[in-house]
């Protein structure tokens, strides 16, 4: 299962580490120097909202990490019960 997070751009669920607000980390110098050593080259560049972290590097997305985490919550429930 993949989780869509903007721009036509998905990421495989079994390969996300985190979901993590931007905001929420924005002001921390450490965590600037990791997202930038650590960006995606395929990572949506308009004024992300958050940033989904995979073992492939990481993605900036438009969308919450709210709005994430339940589209992640919605897909795990679905493929438990059948996608009814």
């Known amino acids: 299962m993949f989780l869509h997070i903007g721009k036509n751009e998905s990421v495989n669920l079994r390969k996300i580490i985190a979901i993590i607000d931007y905001e929420a980390v924005s002001g921390s110098e450490i965590s600037q120097d990791f997202m930038v ?17 995979t073992g492939e590097g990481i993605y900036y997305s438009p969308i919450s990490s709210v709005t994430l985490e339940k589209r992640v919550k919605n897909n795990l429930i679905q493929n438990k019960t059948g996608g009814e």
Do not use: D, G, L, Q
């Not at 050593?37 to 972290?53: D, G, H, L, M, Q």
């Open 37 to 53: 050593s650590a960006k995606n080259k395929n990572t949506i560049e308009e004024s992300p909202k958050s940033f989904v972290i």
